[in-house]
C-alpha cells in the first residue's frame, strides 16, 4: 500500500446535549439500538475536539484521550467505529480527543465524544455521507450520540428495521428557536460507579418497572414536541422531571438498584421546586450520574446560576446554551508522531 497523505488532518467538534425525554434500554445491544426514543438540546460549550490523521504505514493506530493513549476498551470502541467506515485494507490512525468539560461524570462526554469522531471520520475517508448516515454510525457507538449530531433539539427515532438503518436522531428545531440555559450544578465531576451502558442494560434485565418506563416515553415525546413548538416553558418543565424522575425510578427498582442520586442531588432537585413554588421559571434534569442540570430561560441565567453557586455541595456550575451540531473540516499539518522520518 502507498503511504497516506500525513501532512494534514482532520479537526472534528461536536457538543455534549442533555436529554429532556430520556433514553434508558436498548432493544439490541451488538447495534445499539434503543427501546424507545429520546429527545434532547445540543449543549454549547460542552465539547469534544477530536482530530484525525493517518500514519505512516508499518505504524500501529494510536488512539488518545484527554491527552493519554487510551485503555483497551475505549480504543477498541473508537477503532471499532473506524473499522466500519474505513475502507479496507486502510492505514493506521491517529486519533485524538479532548473533551473541555469532565469524563464520564454524568456530563455525556460519549455523545458529543462519537459525534465528531462520526463526523470526523466521515471527512478523514472522504465518504460524504448524509446526516442521518452520520447518526447511526454516531448511535453505534454511543446511543446518545446520535442526537449530537444536530444542533438545537433532537429528537432519537428508535426505528423499526433489524439493521437499524432506521434508528437514528432527526432535527426538530434550530438552536435559535428558544433562548434556554442549562446552568450545570456539578457536584462530583468524578467518573460515575456504574455506567450508562450497564446501567441500562441491568435495569432492562431485572427492574419490574421498565416495560412501565418505556411505555411512557411515546406520549412523553409528544408533550415535549408540542411544549417545544409552543414554547412553552411549563409544559416542557413537566415533561422533562417526569422523564427523568421515571428513568431513575426504573433503575432503582432494578435488582440491585442502580442509584445516580447523592444526597446532594435530592437537596438540588428540592431546592428548584421551592424556587420554582416562590415563581422563578426553572426546571431540573439528572442523567446517569449526581449531577443536576438546570434549564431557565435566558434572561434568569445570571440569578439561577449565583443561586446554585451559593447552595452547599455545589463545587461549580458550567453555563450552557443551545449549540450547533458536529462538523469536521480538514486543517494543514501532520499530528506528532505519524511519520516516522519526522519522530
Ligand atoms: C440520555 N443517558 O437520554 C440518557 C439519560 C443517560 C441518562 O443516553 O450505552 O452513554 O453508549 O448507548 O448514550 C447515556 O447513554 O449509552 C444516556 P450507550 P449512552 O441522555
Not at 48 to 77: H, K, M, N, P, S
Not at 157 to 176: E, W
Not at 236 to 248: D, I, Y
Not at 264 to 283: N, S
Request: net charge neutral.
Amino acid at each position: 500500500m502507498q503511504n497516506p497523505e500525513l501532512n494534514r488532518h482532520v479537526v472534528a467538534s461536536a457538543h455534549a446535549n442533555i436529554a429532556l425525554v430520556k433514553y434508558w434500554g436498548k432493544r439490541d445491544k451488538k447495534l445499539n439500538l434503543p427501546c424507545a426514543g429520546s429527545l434532547s438540546l445540543t449543549l454549547s460549550p460542552l465539547t469534544t475536539r477530536t482530530e484525525l490523521a493517518f500514519r505512516a504505514v508499518g505504524l500501529d493506530d494510536l488512539v488518545e484521550i484527554d491527552g493519554t493513549e487510551a485503555d483497551a476498551r475505549a480504543r477498541q470502541r473508537v477503532l471499532a467505529l473506524v473499522e466500519r467506515v474505513a475502507p479496507a485494507p486502510r492505514p493506521p490512525v491517529h486519533i485524538r480527543s479532548v473533551n473541555d468539560f469532565p469524563t464520564a461524570a454524568g456530563l455525556a462526554s460519549s455523545a458529543s465524544a462519537f459525534a465528531a469522531l462520526s463526523v470526523g471520520c466521515d471527512r478523514l475517508f472522504e465518504l460524504n455521507s448524509d446526516v442521518a448516515h452520520l447518526s447511526v454510525l454516531a448511535r453505534l457507538g454511543s446511543g446518545s450520540a446520535a442526537r449530537s449530531l444536530f444542533g438545537g433539539f433532537a429528537e432519537m427515532k428508535p426505528g423499526s428495521a433489524s439493521d437499524g438503518s432506521d434508528a437514528h436522531a432527526v432535527a426538530l428545531f434550530p438552536k435559535d428557536h428558544w433562548p434556554l440555559s442549562v446552568v450545570i450544578a456539578v457536584v462530583d465531576a468524578g467518573p460515575k460507579p456504574v455506567g450508562s451502558t450497564d446501567g441500562m442494560e441491568h435495569t432492562r434485565l431485572t427492574s419490574p418497572y421498565f416495560a412501565a418506563w418505556v411505555d411512557t416515553v411515546a406520549a412523553d415525546l409528544e408533550a415535549a414536541k408540542s411544549a417545544l413548538r409552543d414554547r412553552d416553558f411549563k409544559a416542557l418543565g413537566q415533561v422533562a422531571e417526569r422523564s427523568c424522575l421515571q428513568m431513575h425510578a426504573s433503575a432503582m427498582a432494578a435488582d440491585p438498584g442502580v442509584l445516580y442520586f447523592r444526597g446532594v442531588t435530592l437537596d438540588l432537585i428540592a431546592q428548584v421546586r421551592r424556587w420554582r413554588a416562590a415563581g422563578w421559571p426553572v426546571f431540573f434534569t439528572v442523567d446517569a450520574g449526581p449531577n443536576v442540570k438546570v434549564f431557565c430561560p435566558a434572561e434568569s441565567t445570571a440569578t439561577v446560576e449565583t443561586a446554585l453557586q451559593a447552595l452547599p455541595g455545589v463545587q461549580r456550575t458550567i453555563r450552557c446554551v443551545p449549540g450547533s451540531g458536529a462538523v469536521a473540516q480538514w486543517a494543514e499539518g501532520s499530528l506528532p508522531g505519524n511519520n516516522p522520518t519526522f519522530v
